[in-house]
């Protein structure tokens, strides 16, 4: 009679110790398959489409590296985007996140009600990307908007904000500073995690307020500080509703963001080709961005440890 054989102690060894990693993978296996189809699926399409030419109507034709050539050698208007664009991002940006750490300072009190304040400063940031916010922005620094017919009250002349190409683009700058509430929340968690002793041996040693907050508070903060400011710069490269709503990418193009402009190549001129290019170029510029802000956190963030 053959016998069967037996798994000694070694074999079962080494089946237990793939049976770990097993469970593992196929507990996160809905999210690999997301990952992969929705991810990386799409970003492989776009990449091969950034290499053809393709206008939806007929099937891609491949043409290699000419329209990168193209956008970087002959685009007028994609150096034009991105000058608007990196305007934006270093006005809105540092502007966000210092009155975030302001009004997180105001906030970080308490006092009765304080959560309710939080909650109301917040509000901006759930709406500030909404198409019906936008609209009203537009409406509010019109050339019949209320700013204009309070500043007529006082014998002030109007000014047509979003028409002005010297203006336009501060109003999408202070529409976003204005959505600061997600980097206040952030800071606030920040402000609870640092030790109060710290703050109790600075009060012995007679170290005033704003001794304090620029030996304690601001550098205990930078972690804090570099995850909101890469966070907002990815966001504000992306930005596109509030210029796409509030004043079309005009006058003049003062307003033509990188976003944009990409959305007009795509959907109004249907080169989504050219489009994808616009893209990845676009990747690789917030890729950039990021790498130097993490290269340079080595010189002015702080750790515990």
Not at 115 to 141: H, K, M
Not at 166 to 173: E, I, P, R
Not at 185 to 194: N, P, R, S, T, Y
């Amino acid at each position: 009679m053959e016998q069967i054989p037996r798994i000694t102690k070694a074999g079962a060894g080494k089946w237990n110790k793939w049976i770990e990693p097993i469970w593992g993978y196929a507990f996160i296996s809905p999210w690999l398959i997301g990952f992969f189809l929705l991810t990386i699926g799409p970003l492989s399409q776009s990449f091969y489409l950034s290499l053809t030419q393709y206008n939806l109507l007929e099937l891609p034709d491949w043409i290699g590296l000419a329209n990168y050539k193209e956008i970087l050698t002959d685009d007028a208007e994609f150096w034009k985007a991105l000058q608007v664009t990196l305007t934006y991002v270093a006005l809105s940006v540092p502007l966000k996140l210092m009155f975030a750490l302001l009004v997180a300072l105001l906030l970080f009190r308490a006092i009765r009600g304080m959560s309710l304040f939080r909650a109301v400063f917040y509000l901006p940031s759930l709406i500030g990307g909404s198409v019906a916010l936008s609209a009203i922005w537009r409406n509010l620094f019109g050339m019949d908007g209320i700013l204009n017919r309070i500043a007529g009250l006082f014998g002030f002349e109007g000014i047509d904000w979003i028409n002005n190409p010297g203006t336009a683009l501060y109003t999408l700058v202070l529409l976003a500073v204005w959505q600061f509430g997600s980097s206040m929340v952030i800071f606030l968690a920040g402000l609870k995690q640092i030790p109060r002793d710290l703050y109790e041996s600075a009060s012995v040693d007679g170290a005033s307020k704003v001794r304090t907050f620029f030996a304690i508070t601001l550098p205990m903060l930078t972690p804090i500080i570099l995850f909101n400011l890469v966070m907002q710069i990815i966001g504000s490269f992306q930005m596109f509703t509030q210029a796409f709503i509030v004043t079309k990418g005009g006058p003049i193009n003062s307003t033509l963001v990188y976003a944009l402009y990409l959305y007009q190549k795509a959907f109004a001129y249907f080169n989504m080709g050219y489009a994808s290019a616009l893209a990845w170029i676009l990747l690789a510029i917030i890729a950039f961005c990021t790498v130097l802000i993490f290269w340079s956190s080595k010189r002015w963030v702080h750790y515990e440890t």
